[in-house]
């Protein structure tokens, strides 16, 4: 694939990406594509926080309700998807707006992914459910420099770099990334206060429990590996077994949603991008995207 051209507007979870990002794409002329990895799913649009049809119907939106929710799909098979789809708005003439809070996916459009194996169902399922523990014991002591090397706290990782030394027999960390692509991606990650942000978390866990997010996990049947690893899913299941209350529920959700976002912040730190204030001039930010296009 030729050379791609595209902006980047990552953050964690609850800084305000979406509106930021339409008002952009609106002053830029350009389209939106998403890099979320639950927000690429069908169903599940107040759990995973997909921005409103008001926002969606403003400038067009791509890879969010693309997939059902009992496909898996791997920051692989994203970076192939986006490709495609960047590929196709360069050749419009339009440089879209890549807009997401999953590192990972980002960085697959960035950097090619190694040659892996593609995930297994069935493997996937029996590493779900193994204790992370237990996971990580297997890591160290078959792949000691990917031990010390992953994020330990994100489990969706630590499964795919065991399923890779199953599938493989080799270690994950001998599976080294490609060189950069010659893509051109300027970037801007939204920041907020530690305070501002966990207020922001808290009410929006809050909103979502009390507008729908209960009734689409309980409707929901035959979710894939990933989709069961939505913040919110296991622990509204919880709730719906009876063996906890709504208030710990919340609670548990609140709580998961700010390290997340305390792991995506760790994360966005070591990219190439600037930091920006979410409560700043978007006139601002269209000025930045500008300079890097001409």
Same mark, same amino acid.
């Given at each position: 694939?030729?050379?791609?051209?595209?902006?980047?507007?990552?953050?964690?979870?609850?800084?305000?990406?979406?509106?930021?990002?339409?008002?952009?794409?609106?002053?830029?002329?350009?389209?939106?594509?998403?890099?979320?990895?639950?927000?690429?799913?069908?169903?599940?649009?107040?759990?995973?926080?997909?921005?409103?049809?008001?926002?969606?119907?403003?400038?067009?939106? $791509?890879? /969010? +309700?693309?997939?059902?929710?009992?496909?898996?799909?791997? =920051?692989?098979?994203?970076?192939? %998807?986006? !490709? #495609?789809?960047?590929?196709?708005?360069?050749?419009?003439?339009?440089?879209?707006?890549?807009?997401?809070?999953?590192?990972?996916?980002?960085?697959?459009?960035?950097?090619?992914?190694?040659?892996?194996?593609?995930?297994?169902?069935?493997?996937?399922?029996?590493?779900?459910?193994?204790?992370?523990?237990?996971?990580?014991?297997?890591?160290?002591?078959?792949?000691?420099?990917?031990? $010390?090397? /992953? +994020?330990?706290?994100?489990?969706?990782?630590?499964?795919? =770099?065991?399923?890779?030394?199953? %599938?493989? !027999? #080799?270690?994950?960390?001998?599976?080294?990334?490609?060189?950069?692509?010659?893509?051109?991606?300027?970037?801007?990650?939204?920041?907020?206060?530690?305070?501002?942000?966990?207020?922001?978390?808290?009410?929006?866990?809050?909103?979502?429990?009390?507008?729908?997010?209960?009734?689409?996990?309980?409707?929901?049947?035959?979710?894939?590996?990933?989709?069961?690893?939505?913040?919110?899913?296991?622990? /509204?299941?919880?709730?719906?077994?009876?063996?906890?209350?709504?208030?710990?529920?919340?609670?548990?959700?609140?709580?998961?949603?700010?390290?997340?976002?305390?792991?995506?912040?760790?994360?966005?730190?070591?990219?190439?991008?600037?930091?920006?204030?979410?409560?700043?001039?978007?006139?601002?930010?269209?000025?930045?995207?500008?300079?890097?296009?001409?």
């Amino acid at each position: 694939m030729s050379a791609l051209r595209f902006f980047v507007l990552a953050g964690p979870t609850a800084v305000g990406k979406s509106e930021f990002a339409v008002e952009i794409a609106e002053q830029l002329g350009t389209e939106i594509v998403g890099a979320d990895a639950f927000q690429i799913y069908r169903g599940f649009q107040i759990l995973s926080g997909k921005p409103p049809s008001a926002l969606q119907e403003r400038v067009r939106h $791509h890879l /969010i +309700d693309v997939l059902p929710v009992t496909e898996n799909c791997d =920051a692989a098979r994203y970076a192939t %998807l986006a !490709g #495609e789809k960047i590929a196709e708005l360069n050749r419009r003439g339009l440089v879209p707006l890549v807009v997401g809070g999953s590192g990972f996916y980002i960085n697959a459009l960035i950097i090619p992914l190694p040659d892996l194996p593609r995930s297994d169902p069935e493997l996937r399922a029996q590493l779900s459910a193994e204790p992370l523990g237990s996971l990580l014991s297997e890591l160290r002591e078959r792949d000691p420099e990917a031990f $010390h090397q /992953i +994020d330990r706290s994100n489990r969706r990782r630590v499964e795919r =770099a065991i399923e890779v030394i199953r %599938l493989t !027999g #080799e270690a994950f960390s001998s599976h080294r990334p490609s060189t950069p692509a010659e893509h051109q991606f300027p970037g801007l990650v939204l920041t907020r206060s530690r305070v501002d942000l966990h207020r922001r978390i808290n009410k929006r866990v809050q909103w979502m429990l009390e507008n729908g997010a209960i009734e689409e996990v309980a409707s929901a049947s035959d979710l894939n590996v990933t989709a069961t690893q939505m913040i919110g899913v296991p622990e /509204i299941r919880r709730f719906l077994a009876r063996e906890i209350s709504l208030e710990e529920c919340v609670r548990t959700v609140q709580a998961a949603t700010r390290q997340y976002a305390k792991r995506q912040i760790t994360w966005f730190k070591k990219q190439p991008f600037l930091p920006f204030d979410a409560e700043g001039s978007v006139q601002k930010a269209v000025e930045f995207f500008g300079q890097q296009s001409s």
